[in-house]
């Protein structure tokens, strides 16, 4: 070979060199650096194992097993660690478009609260990077859906918002069959889109048909089993997601929020049992990526799996256990993030402590927990759950005039809660309202007043769905309706309301205690006997609430 064609040769291998290299080492884009995207190492622990997903259009190959793990961790809630991971795919190969629409994803949570201005701004700047990125026409489409979300945020009521990502992922839905994730997606925005009020369920039934559909070829991906417990998520569907929920913690082991997501069908279902085994796995991995981010911090989903703990163990009559929690909850000095989560959740665990208890005189005392660490001037649906704790507390012991206080701070929560646009919240504090209005009538012996007004509160109640925040109310209103005719001496009418309690809210501690008591005083022997058994059955060995006593000195009595 002539010299000067081996100079031409090793000229041409350089430059060939040179371009993979800058094909896996880019320059890093500017813009990226302004945004505040969450980046490093991810903070993953025990097996590491999210599920399996395959995504169809994924980009360069080595991306391949990244962009694959940032979509399960995508599935399963996990939204720092797939806003992690997808930046990780965005570092070593900027043109993945996909990559821009995971991190506008894990920004977008279409399940939980809106997100934050800052979240909603990050989106949105990541995705105008995404449009100036060479794309395919599938991967465009699935930006523009995300993209629906986004756009006007600042305008655009929330709710608006999602309504056009659901129209735009059913348009790739029907246009892409073979695009598993396009269905799986779609199922998601069907669920985010729903209307809250409609009792039979339609969004939550056609997401489900989909996903179950999805299921038998797919097994072990996380979203479908997630997002099938999520639209069965209520009193009518729920017994069609057990097989699932009892699956979906061995499909995605590592995921905390995988581990406490079959939790709320144990909780539909009175479940107590397996309940308190989802949410112990949960808030111990939790427990684990927290130390990986701050030994000395708390992570929101181990606050979050507390509540439902809390409440299993007080269906179980386990008061030992109950407090347990709070002792621990009221020891920690960080959380992160400070969000809804954290707030509803320390003000929910002392506020059922004191009410499924009936320690009025407790629920009277209560104060707002955590003060140094949540900002609670940003919360006024959950700061109103401690005040309907203690105005409860305090008609029960005959002040009213307490009670009418914390009435006052109820209705300016209420105000707050509609400036801000949030009807739902304004509406579940509104039945919080007229309960307590409720019971002042009844303390002021208006009794007709008191059951009719109850008997609202039980009516807005029965069209509300139940947020994922929260394992169930802090006391439904139509058990408090049956304890205020007990109350009164109306013993069937009471019955009557206990079981409509236990339909939707099964095997509750003080549902079948009140069902029990009922039928006492209606001189129903046999179904005093069947819930004074169920109420023993459910509840713990270790219990010392006086009611199983007296459940137990029934049972021996009538049997003998």
Same mark, same amino acid.
């Given at each position: 070979?002539?010299?000067?064609?081996?100079?031409?040769?090793?000229?041409?291998?350089?430059?060939?060199?040179?371009?993979?290299?800058?094909? *896996?080492?880019?320059?890093?884009?500017?813009?990226?650096?302004?945004?505040?995207?969450?980046?490093?190492? $991810?903070?993953?622990?025990?097996?590491?194992?999210?599920?399996?997903?395959?995504?169809?259009?994924?980009?360069?190959?080595?991306?391949?097993?990244?962009?694959?793990?940032?979509?399960?961790?995508?599935?399963?809630?996990?939204?720092?660690?797939?806003?992690?991971?997808?930046?990780?795919?965005?570092?070593?190969?900027?043109?993945?478009?996909?990559?821009?629409?995971?991190?506008?994803?894990?920004?977008?949570?279409?399940?939980?609260?809106?997100?934050?201005?800052?979240?909603?701004?990050?989106?949105?700047?990541?995705?105008?990077?995404?449009?100036?990125?060479?794309?395919?026409?599938?991967?465009?489409?699935?930006?523009?859906?995300?993209?629906?979300?986004?756009? /006007?945020?600042?305008?655009?009521?929330?709710?608006?918002?999602? *309504?056009?990502?659901?129209?735009?992922?059913?348009?790739?839905?029907?246009?892409?069959?073979?695009?598993?994730?396009? =269905?799986?997606?779609?199922?998601?925005?069907?669920?985010?889109?729903? /209307?809250?009020? /409609?009792?039979?369920?339609?969004?939550?039934?056609?997401?489900?048909?989909?996903?179950?559909?999805?299921?038998?070829?797919?097994?072990?991906?996380?979203?479908?089993?997630?997002?099938?417990?999520?639209?069965?998520?209520?009193?009518?569907?729920?017994?069609?997601?057990?097989?699932?929920?009892?699956?979906?913690?061995?499909? =995605?082991?590592?995921?905390?929020?995988?581990?406490?997501?079959?939790?709320?069908?144990?909780?539909?279902?009175?479940?107590?049992?397996?309940?308190?085994?989802?949410?112990?796995?949960?808030?111990?991995?939790?427990?684990?990526?927290?130390?990986?981010?701050?030994?000395?911090?708390?992570?929101?989903?181990?606050?979050?799996?507390?509540?439902?703990?809390?409440?299993?163990?007080?269906?179980?009559?386990?008061?030992?256990?109950?407090?347990?929690?709070?002792?621990?909850?009221?020891?920690?000095?960080?959380?992160?993030?400070?969000?809804?989560?954290?707030?509803?959740?320390?003000?929910?665990?002392?506020?059922?402590?004191?009410?499924?208890?009936?320690?009025?005189?407790?629920?009277?005392?209560?104060?707002?927990?955590?003060?140094?660490?949540?900002?609670?001037?940003?919360?006024?649906?959950?700061?109103?759950?401690?005040?309907?704790?203690?105005?409860?507390?305090?008609?029960?012991?005959?002040?009213?005039?307490?009670?009418?206080?914390?009435?006052?701070?109820?209705?300016?929560?209420?105000?707050? $809660?509609?400036?801000?646009?949030?009807?739902?919240?304004?509406?579940?504090?509104?039945?919080?309202?007229?309960?307590?209005?409720?019971?002042?009538?009844?303390?002021?012996?208006?009794?007709?007043?008191?059951?009719?007004?109850?008997?609202?509160?039980?009516?807005?109640?029965?069209?509300?769905? *139940?947020?994922?925040?929260?394992?169930?109310?802090?006391?439904?209103?139509?058990? $408090?309706?049956?304890?205020?005719?007990?109350?009164?001496? @109306?013993?069937?009418?009471?019955?009557?309301?206990?079981?409509?309690? &236990? @339909?939707?809210?099964?095997?509750?501690?003080?549902?079948?205690?009140?069902?029990?008591?009922?039928? @006492?005083?209606?001189?129903?022997?046999? @179904?005093?006997?069947?819930?004074?058994?169920?109420? &023993?059955?459910?509840?713990?060995?270790?219990?010392?609430?006086?009611?199983?006593?007296?459940?137990?000195?029934?049972?021996?009595?009538?049997?003998?």
């Amino acid at each position: 070979m002539k010299t000067q064609d081996t100079l031409l040769l090793g000229i041409l291998i350089l430059c060939v060199l040179s371009f993979t290299n800058c094909k *896996k080492n880019p320059r890093p884009n500017p813009e990226l650096a302004s945004i505040g995207l969450f980046r490093g190492d $991810l903070a993953l622990c025990g097996s590491g194992q999210f599920g399996e997903v395959s995504f169809s259009i994924a980009c360069d190959y080595e991306t391949r097993a990244d962009f694959d793990l940032a979509v399960s961790l995508l599935h399963s809630f996990e939204y720092v660690e797939a806003e992690k991971a997808f930046v990780n795919v965005i570092d070593k190969d900027p043109e993945c478009a996909m990559a821009y629409w995971g991190v506008a994803m894990s920004n977008f949570h279409p399940l939980w609260s809106p997100p934050s201005k800052e979240e909603l701004e990050k989106g949105s700047k990541i995705l105008e990077i995404a449009a100036t990125i060479p794309k395919s026409e599938r991967s465009g489409e699935y930006l523009d859906a995300v993209n629906a979300f986004y756009t /006007d945020w600042e305008t655009l009521d929330h709710s608006i918002r999602i *309504k056009r990502f659901e129209s735009e992922m059913e348009q790739i839905y029907n246009a892409y069959p073979d695009d598993k994730e396009a =269905a799986i997606f779609y199922a998601l925005a069907l669920k985010a889109a729903a /209307d809250i009020t /409609d009792k039979n369920y339609t969004n939550e039934r056609k997401a489900g048909a989909i996903l179950e559909a999805l299921f038998p070829d797919q097994p072990d991906h996380p979203g479908i089993a997630h997002y099938i417990i999520h639209n069965y998520d209520n009193p009518v569907l729920a017994e069609m997601a057990l097989p699932t929920a009892r699956r979906y913690a061995e499909i =995605a082991p590592a995921s905390a929020h995988a581990q406490h997501m079959p939790s709320h069908i144990f909780t539909r279902l009175g479940l107590w049992e397996e309940s308190i085994d989802s949410n112990l796995n949960s808030t111990s991995s939790a427990v684990c990526y927290a130390s990986s981010i701050d030994e000395n911090a708390h992570w929101d989903e181990e606050v979050h799996g507390m509540g439902y703990l809390v409440y299993a163990y007080l269906q179980k009559g386990d008061n030992d256990k109950a407090l347990e929690q709070f002792t621990y909850l009221q020891g920690f000095e960080k959380v992160f993030p400070a969000n809804f989560k954290i707030a509803y959740t320390t003000a929910a665990i002392p506020s059922r402590i004191a009410l499924e208890n009936r320690d009025w005189a407790s629920a009277a005392e209560l104060q707002l927990p955590l003060v140094d660490i949540v900002p609670w001037d940003k919360f006024p649906w959950e700061r109103s759950i401690m005040n309907f704790a203690k105005a409860l507390g305090a008609v029960h012991l005959g002040n009213t005039n307490s009670a009418e206080s914390e009435l006052k701070i109820l209705k300016s929560n209420r105000q707050e $809660l509609i400036a801000l646009g949030d009807d739902y919240k304004a509406n579940q504090v509104e039945i919080q309202i007229n309960t307590v209005q409720a019971w002042i009538y009844m303390a002021e012996g208006q009794n007709e007043q008191a059951l009719l007004l109850m008997q609202r509160a039980v009516e807005m109640e029965s069209i509300t769905a *139940k947020h994922p925040v929260t394992p169930g109310e802090v006391l439904p209103a139509v058990e $408090l309706f049956g304890d205020m005719l007990l109350a009164m001496g @109306k013993s069937e009418e009471a019955l009557a309301a206990y079981e409509l309690d &236990l @339909k939707t809210h099964p095997n509750r501690f003080n549902g079948l205690y009140g069902a029990a008591k009922a039928a @006492k005083e209606s001189g129903n022997s046999e @179904k005093m006997s069947f819930y004074f058994g169920k109420l &023993l059955e459910i509840s713990s060995s270790k219990s010392v609430r006086t009611e199983l006593e007296e459940a137990k000195k029934f049972l021996n009595d009538y049997e003998t």
